[in-house]
């Protein structure tokens, strides 16, 4: 079998044995990522009725505007998530850094995420 492109499939695999130990419920959902090069994603997931509860990404209006490094770019999309989870009534959540190194703008959303009010 043929590996089209191995950084993609060392990642997917890193993050399903993520995905084996972390599993969000609505009171404590998994806050999971995807980093493109140019964007940033988050949800809050619940992996028992398999629903997004929040999301929220670089390509919103209110972030999207701005001519920000990405770091700092990064950083809102976690306060941001982290606003729409007190919304919500959610304090807690697991991490999934989707088999990324917690390192650059994982790690600046997670401090926004923190900062914003969201515990994990």
Known sequence: MAIKNKKTWRRKRIHMRIRKAIKGTATKP????FRSNKEIYAQLIDDLSGHTLAA????????????????????????????????LGIETCLFDRGGYLYHGRVKALAEGAREGGLKF
């Open 30 to 33: 998994r806050l999971n990522v």
């Open 56 to 87: 929220s990404s670089s390509k919103e209006k209110t972030i999207a505007g701005s001519k920000d490094p990405k770091m700092d770019v990064a950083k809102k999309v976690g306060e941001n998530l982290a606003k729409k989870a007190k919304g």
